[in-house]
């Protein structure tokens, strides 16, 4: 599977619908182009695992918007949404930290092929130059 990083990026600003969360989508890009042209895997692995973090968060907000339970026993507060954001931003970075859901790996992954990065021991390696993220 393919995975263009300009293509979900600009899929997911089309979802966005906060000011937050759309410049956050453009610090990724700036940093994932930066990170690829300074051929810093390093700094691409860091950038692949807070966009899934991101992306979980994102999940995890769509499905408290979706959820009739929740509302129906207790009236949402003010403080309420600042806690669940709060708590859902921790819990998603907490998931991309461990194994994650496969999205940074393979973020990953396409961000190296896509800058053509590798090493200089084993340039001649087809897949030499990809790393997994754990």
Do not use: C, P
Request: aromatic content about 8%; charged content about 35%.
């Amino acid at each position: 599977m393919k995975i263009q990083s300009d293509n979900i990026l600009s899929s997911i600003s089309n979802m966005t619908s906060s000011e937050y969360d759309k410049n956050k989508l453009e610090g990724f890009q700036t940093a994932l182009n930066k990170a690829g042209k300074d051929k810093d895997k390093e700094a691409i692995k860091k950038v692949a695992q807070e966009f899934e973090a991101f992306f979980i968060k994102n999940i995890f907000k769509s499905m408290r918007q979706t959820s009739k339970l929740s509302e129906s026993f207790i009236d949402k507060s003010f403080d309420r949404e600042i806690y669940e954001q709060m708590m859902d931003e921790k819990m998603s970075e907490s998931i991309s930290q461990g194994r994650g859901i496969g999205l940074a790996d393979k973020l990953y992954e396409q961000m190296i092929r896509q800058y053509s990065y590798r090493d200089k021991d084993d340039s001649n390696s087809e897949d030499s130059h990809i790393d997994t993220l754990k």
